[in-house]
């Protein structure tokens, strides 16, 4: 199966910093990753897809960047909804998607 | 609009079997593929595997074969996922995910609430 690895795998902020979180796949994947944002008690929302491609009604504030195994979500302007956990999933293999670790994003 | 409205919480015990259900609304039904992904508490998603509301046929991650059934009823336009032979390592909260993309694309633009199922002796 491929690897997915995000790094950090929490971190604090405040409201209105840019941040960027990256995700790494152990072999090449093209742009076959999405993202989604989990809340506590809450299914995960997309986000993103083909690395950064925006989901109808996701704020521009989210980007994506990356093809072949590094990949970054940056937040331009975080704001207070968007704490929460993040994740990324390959689907390059599609017989055995996976997703990475997560990263949880806390109030500074 | 795109609805998945699971069944409640279940509480199982060690080697019994579990059948959850994700009742389909909002979209036809058997245009996509059903997903299944779970979280154990406090951990990261797992993808488990689809079933093809149109034709019923399954496809299953390997660590669950053998012991995982995905099926759907197109008169009810919903999907079950059974699991066998539970474990405590099998407690966890089970989504159904609606597979969007175009032909070799695979992520999730919409998911159900997520069942809770307990394996406790």
């Known amino acids: 199966d491929i690897q997915m690895t995000q790094s950090p795998s929490s971190l604090s902020a405040s409201v209105g910093d840019r941040l960027t979180i990256t995700c790494r796949a152990s072999?090449?994947?093209?742009?076959?990753l999405a993202w989604y944002q989990q809340k506590p008690g809450k299914a995960p929302k997309l986000l993103l897809y083909?690395?950064?491609s925006l989901e109808s009604g996701v704020p521009s504030r989210f980007s994506g960047f990356g093809s072949g195994t590094d990949f970054t979500l940056t937040i331009s302007s975080l704001q207070p909804e968007d704490f929460a956990t993040y994740y990324c999933?390959?689907?390059?293999?599609?017989?055995?998607?996976?997703f990475g670790g997560g990263t949880k994003v806390e109030i500074k | 609009q795109v609805q998945l409205l699971q069944s409640g919480a279940e509480v199982k015990k060690p080697g019994d079997s579990v059948k959850v259900s994700c009742k389909t609304s909002?979209?036809?039904?058997?245009?996509?593929?059903m997903h299944w992904v779970r979280q154990a508490p406090g951990q990261g998603l797992e993808w488990m595997g689809w079933?093809?509301?149109?034709?019923?046929?399954?496809r299953y991650a390997l660590q669950f074969q053998g012991r995982v059934t995905m099926t759907r009823d197109t008169s009810l336009d919903t999907v079950y996922v059974e699991l066998s032979s539970l474990t405590s390592d099998d407690t966890a909260v089970y989504y159904c995910?609606?597979?969007?993309?175009?032909?070799?694309?695979?992520?999730?633009?919409?998911w159900g609430q997520g069942i809770l199922v307990t394996v406790s002796s």
């Open positions: 995910a609606r597979r969007s993309g175009a032909v070799g694309t695979i992520y999730f633009d919409s």
């Open positions: 909002g979209y036809t039904f058997t245009d996509y593929y």
């Open positions: 079933v093809n509301s149109n034709t019923g046929g399954t």
């Open positions: 072999q090449g994947i093209s742009n076959s």
């Open positions: 083909a690395a950064s």
């Open positions: 999933q390959q689907y390059y293999d599609t017989s055995a998607l996976t």
